[in-house]
Nanobody, 127 residues
Framework: QVQLVESGGGLVQAGDSLRLSCAAS??????????MGWFRQAPGKEREFVAS????????VYADSVKGRFTISRDNAEKTVYLQMNNLKFEDAAVYYC??????????????????WGQGTQVTVSS
């Protein structure tokens, strides 16, 4: 079993920056073998892809809406994945979830390919 715990959410103003963290634990977790991703869900909307990173951290993919503003990274020694969010916009407000692909090291935007999820952290952006 793998446990994922997000942190770093909060209330910010439009244009501000925020960094989210996701700490992974559990005896089945294997650093380099597991791609990880960030997703978000705003009230009344479906959960959507934000960013994903390969098991080694060498490659990442992003949703068009966050390209150039958000950066995903990981520290496998610390079993932690980060999401640096710059120039936040009102429409970025959501609950942010990290997720892990237990069977693949390749980044993916498909929700169904992730097996483990954190509990989420709230990001609120005021205009």
């Amino acid at each position: 079993q793998v446990q994922l715990v997000e942190s770093g959410g909060g209330l910010v103003q439009a244009g501000d920056s925020l960094r989210l963290s996701c700490a992974a634990s559990g005896r089945t977790f294997s650093n380099n073998a597991n791609a990880m991703g960030w997703f978000r869900q705003a009230p009344g909307k479906e959960r959507e892809f934000v960013a994903s990173i390969t098991g080694t951290g060498g490659s990442a993919v992003y949703a068009d809406s966050v390209k150039g503003r958000f950066t995903i990274s990981r520290d496998n020694a610390e079993k932690t994945v980060y999401l640096q969010m710059n120039n936040l916009k009102f429409e970025d407000a959501a609950v942010y979830y990290c997720a892990l692909r237990s069977g693949s090291q390749y980044a993916s935007s498909a929700i169904r390919q992730y097996d483990y999820w954190g509990q989420g952290t709230q990001v609120t952006v005021s205009s």
